[in-house]
């Protein structure tokens, strides 16, 4: 099946591999695979993963290995970093794996890169045995990376040399959106829980956009949470599983996806409630039966005018996952 389109933009797909409660890693790798072959099917675009450490309900922090499992068991959607934390890694090495991941999958590789640490202090020592690289230095590392590519640094990348691999900058504030508009690259920003800042990041990013070899005019994409279902009853009760990830990381105590719960109000405080409404609210979290969702992706896209939209769903239930991604695809042409 050949890729859809919802109102005329591309929808994406973003996996963390939760982790579920009672659950494991290998499992999780197992229904990110499943995820994977149904919403290709359903005509999605992308599916993305996103690197994250120390945190035990995100199995993706491997990121590359795991794009490699999923590009392996798909047939022609592209697959991809939601994103690389480039400040966690030496460029060479990533240049060497994703020009390894695009030699074996030609044509089907996205590299999303980051400049956030995707975790704590002491993580990022445990990563890189030193703090000396800065998330400051990201501009030089992105220049570094794309020398490796074009073959033009003292240090050649094989794989990678010579191949076309898509660089995207991600962000979830201003700076990798001027970064994106300064080098003329697609950008993708995280308003799936950083809501408040998606406008003026675009703005930024298209006001000040650099026609560049790879991109003649901005390409944004934009990220959100979408907990469908066939009721909007339901959906809420699904989403309490999402509320449950977020209310956790917020007390600083991130744990596994949870079941989702009949009262979420008795799980948390009216102060912890408007925190984690204030990273998924409802400009870019939408819950609700087939109808409430495709109200809500067009309000969106309306606000946002993006290019496209990239969709994460923390639903527990694996079936329940599916679905709501279904219903997502039979809202496209």
């Known amino acids: 099946m050949t890729n859809k389109t919802f109102n005329n933009i591309p929808l994406s797909v973003l996996d963390l591999a939760p982790v579920l409660e009672g659950s494991n890693p290998a499992e999780s790798f197992k229904n990110s695979v499943d995820l994977a072959q149904n919403v290709e099917e359903y005509g999605f675009s992308r599916f993305w993963l996103a690197e994250h450490h120390n945190m035990p309900g995100i199995a993706s922090s491997a990121t590359s290995v795991i794009i490699g499992h999923i590009a392996g068991a798909t047939n022609h959607m ?25 030699s074996m999958y030609p044509g089907r590789i996205d590299l999303g ?4 640490p995707g975790s704590d202090q002491a993580t990022a020592y445990a990563l890189r045995r030193t703090l000396n690289q800065r998330v400051e230095d990201f501009p030089l590392q992105v220049d570094e990376l794309e020398a490796y590519f074009e073959g033009t640094a003292s240090v050649r990348s094989v794989p990678g040399e010579g191949l076309n691999i898509p660089i995207w900058l991600l962000g979830s504030s201003g700076f990798s ?6 080098k003329g ?27 560049s070899d790879t991109l003649a005019k901005p390409y944004a994409m934009v990220g959100v949470n979408v907990i469908a279902a066939d009721t909007d009853e339901q959906a809420e009760y699904l989403a309490t599983s999402q509320q449950q990830q977020f209310l956790s990381i917020r007390q600083g105590k991130p744990t596994k996806l949870q079941r989702p719960i009949d009262d979420i109000e008795s799980v948390w405080t009216e102060m912890e409630k408007a925190a984690v409404e204030q990273s998924i609210n409802s400009r870019s979290t939408i819950v609700g ?7 809500g992706l067009e309000k969106f896209l309306e606000e946002t005018q993006a290019d496209e939209m990239i969709i994460n769903s923390q639903i527990f239930d694996q079936e329940a996952r599916k679905r709501s991604y279904e219903i997502v695809g039979e809202l496209m042409d």
């Open 78 to 102: 592209r697959v991809g970093a939601g994103g690389v934390m480039l400040p966690n890694h030496a460029t060479l090495v990533i240049a060497e794996q994703f020009g390894t991941l695009e």
């Open 113 to 116: 890169l980051g400049r956030a």
């Open 177 to 182: 959106a001027q970064l994106a508009a300064k």
């Open 185 to 211: 690259l697609s950008f993708s920003f995280a308003s799936h829980f950083a809501p408040d800042y998606t406008i003026p990041a675009l703005n930024l990013y298209r006001d000040n956009f650099k026609p």
């Open 289 to 295: 039966s087939k109808e409430t969702v495709r109200q």
